[in-house]
């Protein structure tokens, strides 16, 4: 199992970026998918949860309003991203992830399949 983020890069505050996560070996048909984010000297959080069984959605009330989080109906093995009205506070490393699951166990759940992290920075 492979996941691979991109997208990211540095933005000014209020800009938009969109992150990619492509997953290999794994089918992404009902289980959690996740975006993580960690900052230096800050413990890692959940920023956007997904059950791709049925599309439910969990943000974090930081990004509430602001970021969504969607697989693609096309290719159904990426799952994005959206990030609106940037700010200096989103700044940090961004992280997909996957775990096999239902709704609400992806809300708990040790994601097992990670990847590799993509950068954010908002200045």
């Known amino acids: 199992v492979q996941l691979v983020e991109s997208g990211g890069g540095s933005v000014q505050p209020g800009g938009s970026l969109r992150l990619s996560c492509t997953v290999s070996g794994y089918t992404l048909s009902s289980i959690c998918m996740g975006w993580f984010r960690q900052a230096p000297g800050k413990e890692r959080e959940g920023v956007a949860l997904?059950?791709?069984?049925?599309?439910?959605?969990?943000y974090a009330e930081s990004v509430k309003g602001r970021f969504t989080i969607s697989q693609d109906k096309a290719a159904e093995n990426t799952v994005y991203l959206q990030m609106n009205s940037l700010k200096p506070e989103d700044t940090a490393m961004y992280y997909c992830?996957?775990?096999?699951?239902?709704?609400?166990?992806?809300?708990?759940?040790?994601?097992?399949?990670w990847g590799q992290g993509t950068q954010v920075t908002v200045s």
């Open positions: 992830a996957a775990q096999g699951g239902s709704w609400p166990s992806c809300l708990m759940a040790a994601y097992t399949y």
């Open positions: 997904i059950y791709t069984g049925g599309g439910i959605t969990y």
